[in-house]
Nanobody, 113 residues
Framework: QVQLVESGGGDVQPGGSLRLSCVVSGYYAIGSRAWYRQVPGKQRELVAVVRGRGYTDYADSVRGRFTISTDNANMVYLQMNNLEPEDTAVYYC?????????WGRGTRVAVSS
């Protein structure tokens, strides 16, 4: 019964910043934690992930601009800087527990002038 709730999305101008938050509850032992995004008509893509031992990785398109963090046991953040129109998407929080994936409902990010 793991549950994830995202927040922090919204409208922002190119070059602006947003910080997405994800509250995770009902877990026993979370493994990886990640953010994905999806545009209508396209496949969901991995944006950023915290892997074993705290190692992080990013999609090439966001590396250097986005930062994933898990400062608390039940929180996952995505700091998004220097946003571009191509970053427009619904962003989903993802965690894996004992090999099973869990997803939030998503939060919308729109980058435009």
């Amino acid at each position: 019964q793991v549950q994830l709730v995202e927040s922090g999305g919204g409208d922002v101008q190119p070059g602006g910043s947003l910080r997405l938050s994800c509250v995770v509850s009902g877990y026993y032992a979370i493994g990886s934690r990640a953010w994905y995004r999806q545009v209508p008509g396209k496949q969901r893509e991995l944006v950023a992930v915290v892997r074993g031992r705290g190692y992080t990785d990013y999609a090439d398109s966001v590396r250097g601009r986005f930062t994933i963090s898990t400062d608390n046991a039940n929180m996952v953040y995505l700091q998004m800087n220097n946003l571009e129109p191509e970053d427009t998407a619904v962003y989903y929080c993802n965690v894996n527990q004992l090999g099973k994936d869990y997803w939030g409902r998503g939060t919308r990010v729109a980058v435009s002038s």
